[in-house]
């Protein structure tokens, strides 16, 4: 029985020592196998690998991929013309050499990113200061992009501690005034736009004015020249009437003062409500009186 145990003790203690002696690299790593904590190996493609048990050898691993760093910092950039403006960016990134990046930067992907991220912010902020906030937004923003690439992979590839690393890509996402000016230039376009706002509703109203003038104009025109043909019209029409009736009454004046009085009768009882005191002899109503009306021609 103690032969068994001990048999079996064996075989736990050399398999716990081979399992730790293997190890697998994944095909988005980098093994790094380290000697005392120097780095004896780096094992650059996927599958299983033999190395000496802890604390001989241990290994480490690096991601090979493609990685992106984000901006984080929100501290304004003062532009050519002095104005605060925020930029944000991304950067792709990518350890090409584990050996240089661990010796020169660090054992894992977190330290590429902190130091990248100092670099590429300092890089922004010279090229930003460069330029006005009009070429930050044209197509001149293109050439800003290009430059920092330029001067991080200057920093990374530097002859004396290079990284180990590759810079892809350097982008603007977002250009921004700082929050302090930013209800600034809102408070200036929206006074802007309401004096744009103003000078149409006064020319407007000016040239309502100009035209209901015009208007009122014209029709005090129209008008009186209505009233001119109006008049003229009754005027000729006036005279016809009063030719008719010196014609019609000339051939019989009888009859011509029979009318008149007939007339002007009609127009003093049109009313029931009136009251005439006339004396009856007078010669108001000599029309009633007289019986010589002579017959009409």
Request: cysteine-free; overall charge positive; charged content about 25%.
């Amino acid at each position: 029985m103690n032969k068994l145990g001990f048999i079996i003790t064996s075989f736990i203690v050399v398999l716990a020592i081979a399992s730790s002696m293997l190890f697998v690299v994944d095909q988005r790593q980098f093994g790094v196998v380290f000697q005392l904590g120097q780095i004896k190996q780096v094992v650059t493609e996927p599958g299983l690998n033999f190395k000496l048990p802890p604390p001989f050898q241990n290994v480490s691993y690096i991601d090979k991929r493609l990685l992106t760093l984000e901006s984080t910092d929100t501290e304004p950039t003062l532009t050519a013309e002095k104005q605060r403006v925020v930029i944000d960016w991304y950067v792709r990134w990518r350890i090409s050499e584990p050996q240089e990046y661990i010796r020169n930067v660090g054992v894992n992907e977190r330290a590429g990113a902190l130091q990248l991220n100092r670099v590429v912010r300092n890089s922004f902020q010279q090229e930003v200061n460069k330029r006005t906030v009009n070429e930050l937004l044209s197509t001149r923003r293109e050439q800003l992009m290009a430059d920092v690439k330029r001067e991080v992979l200057a920093a990374v590839r530097g002859a004396d501690k290079p990284w180990g690393m590759d810079v892809v890509d350097v982008r603007i996402t977002r250009v921004d005034y700082a929050e302090s000016i930013t209800a600034s230039v809102y408070q200036r376009m929206e006074a802007e736009r309401k004096r744009v706002a103003n000078e149409l509703r006064s020319t407007g109203f000016a040239e309502g004015e100009k035209i209901r003038a015009d208007a009122d104009r014209q029709r005090e025109v129209i008008v009186s020249e209505a009233y001119r043909d109006a008049q003229a019209i009754k005027g000729a029409g006036d005279a016809k009437a009063a030719a008719s009736f010196s014609e019609a009454f000339g051939r019989d004046p009888a009859f011509a003062q029979f009318y008149r009085s007939l007339e002007a009768y009609k127009s003093s009882f049109a009313s029931k409500s009136d009251v005439l005191v006339v004396d009856p002899s007078s010669d108001f109503f000599k029309g009633m009186r007289s019986s010589n009306v002579a017959p009409a021609r």
